[in-house]
């Protein structure tokens, strides 16, 4: 395979593209997933991990419930899934520790940057909790905040969709999939991608995300060795 383009990374996984038919995770997906972060550590790639909780809780279907705490069980709710990956990278050889962004000892270490930073350089998979502590946020948000913070190489958003389209693909068999995408552009045709307030913290910060299917966990590996997989999504000045 040919040399790494990203060598510090934060990977974003959707929970339902981690979520079996029957239960809140499959573990064979998981599994999967955690086989290919392991060859990703072993070729020297610096991993950490988001992982949404959409397989679990959804605060949008909460009905009348009051949105902080509805959001409260969300993040809660990310600390159930980075536990399971944490568990799985473990028994596959890896060493993995879940900060959180909100004290919840023991089941995870307070998150600091130089903690998190330390860890990376130490060969270990990070796994960031809670989102960004404070509801009103996505993951999508806490992950971006946190690619910023450890200054990754790129941030990789790996979902149950190939990439980003001119529209929704389920209602529009006319929409198109695109090989890049400027987030003014997200931005300005409205453009459902990732959370609108983590398109623009990413533009702001001039990060560099790949958003690309899950349904082959190897896709992980071949965009961080610089293969064109999915969308790229970056400011209009760079590429």
Known sequence: MSELLYKRILLKLSGEALQGKDGILNFDTVNAVCE???KAVLDGVEVSL???AGNIWRGISSGKMD???????GMLATVINSIALQDTLISLGVDAKVLSAVKIEPFAEYYTKDLADAYLKAGKVVIFCCGTGHPFFSTDTGAVLRGAQLEVDALLFA???DGVYTADPKKDPTAKKLD?????DVLEQHLVVIDTAATAFAMENKLKICLFGLSDPENILRV???EKIGTLMHNRETQ
């Open 224 to 226: 961080v060795h610089g």
């Open 36 to 38: 290919v972060i392991k």
């Open 180 to 184: 890049d995408i400027t987030y003014e």
């Open 67 to 73: 949105r902080t705490k509805a959001d409260n069980m």
């Open 159 to 161: 979902k149950n969709i």
């Open 50 to 52: 988001v992982i949404g």
